[in-house]
Every structure is written in structure tokens, then in C-alpha cells.
């Protein structure tokens, strides 16, 4: 199975909120067959979950989930597409769809489980003691809201940061894109990703057809490579 996915694994590298709700993302690192990675527009305060925005919805409950099918290489660009016909690009389909807001949202990635807990504060209820969050995008507000959270902001959940460049905040912008670099370590990637000027935004839907399609990672320093 290798290595558990760890924060800094996958980035979300676009998103829609108008017309036809879609997002994608970057595997920062080869992802085994089998793999689940679940994704959630719910808001967190203070390292909770708001339960009834996507997560315990009774009707299609989430998450999002995906599943590899195959060895998923690092680099390869995954998309996510609402509409009539809800689906990945590739891999297998579960779970809840979401319905981005352009009054401002979130999407987190993250593997285990996110956990109805009534202990917490109604309506934050979602339990992260199972989960291991890989990465979070907030978009169309002012940022990231450790003060207060909401429908439309969001607390940086447990595990994740501004400062690793897995917290991420890119704007105002209700439909956007990154458009810096795709080739470089892992560690660069996610500071370009990190910085809102990488990033092409509109009020008006993007044609998906603009994004990333793929990334090309290079090994950390050090590694040897083998050339025979």
C-alpha cells in the first residue's frame, strides 16, 4: 500500500461556482490503486466540521469520495464535474456531490473519516480525530476566517497551514485557475500554488478545457537516480 497520504499529497488546482459546480486537483506524489480520498465544501471552527452544509446532509450525504482504480502517477490532474451526470475523470465515483458557493467556499481533500460527534457545538459537529486532511482551498471571500467560520468561511482545520502552503487562499474571484508553473519539487509547487498571482480568476464560469492538465514532479534533492 506504501506511504499514508500526508498533508501537501494533492492540491486543488481549480474550481467553479457558477453555472456547472466542478473542481480539480494535482497528485503531488503516486497514488496507489484502492486509494480513497475524500473531498467536502463544509466550514470548520475551531478544529470542527459544520455537519449540515455538505457532510450530514440527509439527502446525498458526503463527502465526495474518489477511488483510484489504478496506480494514479504523480503529476496527473483529476477533475470533478456536477451537472446531470455527476463524475470524475478518472477513477471511481461515491458519496455526496457539493454545490459551491460564490459567496465564498472551501474545498478540503482529506483521507479516514469526518465523524458526527454531538459533543461538539451545534452546528459544529464533525468530528477530525479520524481524518487526515491533505489539503484546502478557500476562494471568493477574504480569506481564511479564524475568528468566527460560517456558510461561506472557514478555520484552517488541524493539520493543515498557510505557512506549508496547504492552506491556501486565492482571492475573490468565483471561478479560478492556476497558471504558474507545473514542473518542479513538490515543496516549489505548492508555494506557486500558494500565491494568488498563479492564479487566473473571473466572476463568469471558466471552460474547465483551460486548466492544468497535468504536472511534471521532480524528485527531492538528494535522490539518486538510478540510470540503467
Request: proline residues 5%; aromatic residues 10%; negative net charge.
Amino acid at each position: 500500500m506504501g506511504t499514508p497520504l500526508q498533508a501537501g499529497d494533492v492540491a486543488v488546482i481549480a474550481y467553479n461556482t457558477d453555472s456547472i459546480d466542478s473542481f480539480a486537483w494535482v497528485a503531488l506524489r503516486d497514488i496507489p490503486p484502492n486509494t480513497l480520498i475524500h473531498f467536502t465544501n463544509s466550514s470548520v471552527s475551531n478544529g470542527w466540521f459544520r455537519w449540515g452544509d455538505h457532510l450530514g446532509r440527509t439527502a446525498g450525504p458526503g463527502p465526495l469520495t474518489w477511488t483510484s482504480t489504478n496506480l494514479l502517477q504523480a503529476g496527473s490532474v483529476v477533475s470533478w464535474v456536477a451537472g446531470t451526470q455527476k463524475c470524475w475523470s478518472v477513477g471511481i465515483l461515491s458519496g455526496g456531490g457539493m454545490t459551491l458557493s460564490a459567496e465564498g467556499d472551501q474545498i478540503f481533500a482529506y483521507t479516514g473519516t469526518i465523524a458526527y460527534n454531538a459533543a461538539g457545538a451545534s452546528p459544529w459537529l464533525g468530528d477530525v480525530t479520524n481524518a487526515v486532511m491533505l489539503f484546502g482551498l478557500n476562494f471568493a471571500n477574504n480569506g481564511w476566517d479564524n475568528v468566527n467560520g460560517g456558510v461561506n468561511t472557514s478555520f484552517i482545520p488541524p493539520g493543515l497551514s498557510v505557512g506549508a502552503h496547504t492552506a491556501v487562499h486565492v482571492g475573490n474571484g468565483d471561478n479560478g485557475y492556476y497558471c504558474g508553473s507545473r514542473m518542479g519539487r513538490v515543496s516549489y509547487l505548492l508555494h506557486a500554488i500558494a500565491l494568488s498571482g498563479n492564479w487566473i480568476s473571473s466572476n463568469d464560469f471558466i471552460n474547465p478545457a483551460a486548466w492544468p492538465l497535468s504536472f511534471v514532479i521532480k524528485p527531492p534533492r538528494g535522490t539518486l537516480i538510478s540510470v540503467e
